[in-house]
């Protein structure tokens, strides 16, 4: 079975400053990992994914994720944010040899302030 | 491109009423699932199906059933709603690999009163 545990249900930061959102994961075999985010009203839109090979991967908007095995972590950040980038974040896994399931995190929303 | 198609957008049910909820995709996805989204509770594994003809539950498939008569269509039936299905369900698919990631329907929000 695998698990995700978003460790912040709310992130309230200022334009402009570095945010970090919090994944922890847990699963018996090899993983592959996802950030989704949601806008109000929307659907769910990929930000970025670890399949395999380097550790950071980048993503769209500026976002980037680190990959780490030991620490079962995926943790999200941006140098910068934007007003526009206040959504709902997910992180999700799912492991390989399953029917591409995917199993959510409970949602981190990220409030932008000016 | 339509990519996931999901209606209605809205819907008010009675308790013990039934419906059901479309999804169809022009992609060519082998694989497609149903979620539900609660607050607080991130998003729930309803059933999936990875072709047409097959299908198998997820985490909470209690009080609802799926069909995949074709590789476009997985609609989900709700069989005598009851309140506590009120939710935000979500529609996905990919092709028979996670490289490109889910490809995600907007949402029918069902309130069932």
């Known amino acids: 079975a695998q698990s995700v545990t978003q460790l912040d249900s709310q992130v309230p930061v200022f334009e402009e400053a570095p945010v970090e959102l919090r994944c922890n994961y847990s699963?018996?075999?090899?993983?592959?990992l996802f950030w989704y985010v949601q806008y109000p009203n929307q659907g769910l839109q990929l930000l970025l994914k670890?399949?395999?090979?380097?550790?950071l991967v980048k993503g769209i908007n500026g976002f980037e994720a680190e990959f780490n095995k030991s620490q079962t972590s995926f943790h999200l950040r941006k140098p910068s944010v934007h007003i526009s980038d206040t959504a709902e974040y997910f992180c999700?896994?799912?492991?390989?040899?399953?029917?591409?399931?995917?199993?959510f995190g409970s949602g981190t929303q990220l409030t932008v302030l000016p | 491109n339509a990519g996931v198609t999901q209606t209605p957008k809205f819907r008010i049910l009675k308790i013990g009423q039934s419906m059901t909820l479309q999804c169809t995709q022009d992609?060519?996805?082998?694989?497609m699932y149903w979620y539900r989204q609660d607050p607080g509770m991130g998003l729930k594994l309803i059933y999936y199906?990875?072709?047409?003809?097959?299908?198998d539950k997820g985490e909470v498939p209690n009080g609802y059933n799926v069909s995949r008569s074709t590789t476009e269509d997985f609609p989900l039936r709700l069989e005598l709603a009851a309140p506590s299905q009120t939710s935000v369900y979500f529609c996905?698919?990919?092709?028979?690999?996670?490289?490109?990631?889910?490809?995600f329907g907007s949402g029918t929000r069902l309130t069932v009163v």
């Open positions: 699963s018996s075999v090899s993983v592959y």
């Open positions: 199906s990875v072709g047409a003809g097959i299908t």
């Open positions: 999700a896994v799912s492991s390989s040899g399953s029917a591409r399931q995917l199993t």
């Open positions: 996905a698919s990919i092709t028979g690999t996670l490289n490109y990631g889910y490809t």
């Open positions: 992609m060519n996805h082998n694989y």
């Open positions: 670890y399949l395999s090979g380097s550790t």
